[in-house]
């Protein structure tokens, strides 16, 4: 669904990051993680243009919030 919006949908871990390379070297057949996601997208600076989350009680907009606008 992503994709038919325009974005640009990369498997994670992969070649393009230093911290993907290292995970497929140890393991080509590695399922990824949420761990290994976050080091590749903090290693490429990227940085979504929008974010569409639940606001309400034990949400988690917060913690996106906090960490993706520069204080």
């Not at 498997?11 to 080509?28: E, F, H, I, W, Y």
């Not at 997208?41 to 960490?67: K, L, R, W």
Request: hydrophobic letters at 35%.
């Amino acid at each position: 669904m992503m994709q038919t919006w325009g974005a640009q949908c990369i498997p994670s871990p992969n070649t393009a990051t230093n911290s993907g390379r290292k995970v497929l070297a140890q393991d080509p057949y590695s399922p990824g993680s949420l761990g290994i996601a976050i080091s590749e997208a903090v290693e490429a600076d990227a940085y979504p243009d929008v974010i569409i989350g639940c606001v309400g009680g034990d949400s988690n907009f917060g913690g996106n919030d906090n960490a993706l606008h520069p204080r």
